[in-house]
């Protein structure tokens, strides 16, 4: 039970990576930036002498350069409804749902056990940058695919 737990941070984090804008000029870069973010997370999250109030707001901290929250609350409410609410209203929708994606990673983070994450070869997929991820535990393996977008802002 604990490691489908840990398998949901990982699973919501293959949904961040789909939807992120960053630069993917060099597929060298993805890999080993996200191979570093994760071993960051998963050594941080094994440290019991670190609180877990500092914990989370490391972990925070790690993960917020990653992501565009922005763009992930927009794809997640569709086109169509987003261009029906207002700037105001996609401002406020934005921020919760930024608080609720960071709250629910953030409450996973004790369920870590032994869980081992590896981080594949990055390929190029169109306009995309491909990053197959394994997560391993007790003789099972699940696996995820980030996807990251070019950034245009870059």
Known sequence: ???N???????????????QPLTA??????QVMMKKKISEVTTLIQDKTVSKEARESRVETMINPIFDFGLMGRL?????????????ERKRFSALFEERVKKSY??????YTDEVVV???AVQVKSRIHLPTHFITKN??????YKFYKSKNR
């Open 76 to 88: 997640s409410l569709g086109k169509t409804q987003w261009k029906k609410l207002t700037p105001e």
């Open 106 to 111: 953030i409450s996973k983070l004790d369920l």
């Open 5 to 19: 737990h840990f398998l949901t941070i990982f699973t919501l984090l293959a949904f961040i990576g789909f939807t």
């Open 119 to 121: 981080v594949g070869e």
């Open 25 to 30: 000029d060099d597929i060298t870069d993805i």
């Open 140 to 145: 099972k393996r699940r696996d995820i695919l």
């Open 1 to 3: 039970m604990r490691n």
